[in-house]
């Protein structure tokens, strides 16, 4: 039978159950907080480099257009 005292104690391992959640609740907040930033620096990093690429493409052709026909021929 259902009595007062087998609540309070019903109430009790809820209890515990219910802040072992919101624990774990906030461990995951944390951790998608901290991976949202290791992805926008990964992001970033991704970037840089087509950005790099795209200088260095641009110094080739630069390079390229500098030399003449005349300083290349053999006469």
Known sequence: MI???KLDERKTVLETDINMVRERVAESQKKIAED???LN???GAF???DAFAKELDNVKTDEDLSVSDVENSSE
């Open 3 to 5: 009595n007062l005292e």
């Open 36 to 38: 949202q930033a290791l």
């Open 47 to 49: 970037q840089q480099c």
């Open 41 to 43: 620096a990964l992001m």
